[in-house]
């Protein structure tokens, strides 16, 4: 697709060229590496359509924001921004904004016929759009403006599939570390959680498209590729995927997909891939030959986040969670077993409907077994459309909820620095990522730990060795060797 200049025609209100001559957006991203991702096709499609990117909100004509609705504090940050935006239209009166994300429901702009409830209730937004219906953007956009006059590559989007959401190229916000999805939506429905309503039923990307954008990257310079999906070892194993028979089914003792494409990627090695992460797997289908791939692939690094949310089985059965402790206890094994040093990180929940403080003390003797070298510890808040919104009180009072909170991240504290003491005096290898307020450098281990020491700024993109000297609660620091 080519780009071109937007021409755009003066009227009030209605979209103008600003004093540069070119439109200009600007995207705020919120929560996980999964919407950071959809922000990069975001960017590329506006840029494909004649807009430009700009850091400055205030001379922006659409900002999109792309949010998170995984807890209400997340939306509500969200919603704290709109007074904002009212006064930046009231100084620019050609702005639009747009919401995308996990907080809507429908595609569509103050114009259409049936609204999503964000466009209907508040007057500050001017469009919103699935990220899967990006395709849409151009078309809801002269919706709004008629007299928008986008270049040719908008008609090229329709209102496509999901399909053509991925075969848009993002704009890759970091070419060294990229992040490529591999799967759209889910299918697991735990009790607690949106995303199955906000992002749909699980969709697998096909192989050869997800290994072509990984050549591209590789080719370009790209040193660690990071695979993205809401359950990424159920990657092909949807029921999207068997439904349309793009997908066949596995048969006794075959790898799994997804074995199978970090073995295909691991052959990029030869052309300067260094590094597949990928996040985030579920327990249910954490197979052995995955496990063992980890250990035996040069480019799998020796990290794994695991989602528990609960140490209790009784309660992963509320969660709609269809694994027991055990279960989790025997795929934790096993990774100790074919990856002995591998550091492991999981997610919990806290004071999810109906939870008793004897199946807290489950979480808590779990963390204590396990010692997860990190945790992202959530107290739990109800959100609309979910099976406990609908079946379950959100009985636990917030001030249990904290404690909780507090008495896990105590253990959390200790486990974490534990788990930085074991290479204090090693060599770790480390990709540099940024330079800190302070000048020094960081960036992450093979182990995933954040790594810290002095360097130039000339080291960033680069692996580089160091000797680490201190081991800090959250990060390590060290010396370039
Ligand atoms: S596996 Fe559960 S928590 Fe994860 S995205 Fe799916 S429904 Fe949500």
Redesign the pocket.
Known sequence: MQSAMITMKASGGKATRNSTGRLKYHVKTFGCQFNYSDSERVASLLEEIGYAPTENEVEADFIILNTCAIRQKAEDRVYGLFPHFQELKQKNSRLKIGITGCMVRKSSSKVSRKKDRIVKNYEEIDITFRINELQKLPDLLRELDPELDLNEAADEFDAGTLQNYFKINPKYSNTVQAFVPIAYG?D???A??I??FSRGREKSRLMQEILDECEQLVARGCKEITLLG??VDSYGLSFDDRATKRFAPLKKGEKIYFTRLLEELDRMKFRGLKRVRWT?P?PKDMTDDLIEAVARLETQMPYIHL?IQSGSTAMLKRMN?PYTRERYLDRIAKIREHIPDCAISTDIIVGFCGETEEMFEDTLSLYEEIRWDMAFIAQYSMRKFTAAHRTMKDDVPSKIKQKRWHELNEILKQCSREGHERFVGKTVEVLVERVLEDGRLEGRSEHYKRTQFKGTEKMIGELVQIKVEEAGDWYLTGAVI
Do not use: A, I
Request: hydrophobic share 20%; glycine share 0%; aromatic share 14%.
């Open positions: 889910c697991k429905f735990c607690f959680c995303v199955p809401q359950t985030s579920h989602p969670r």
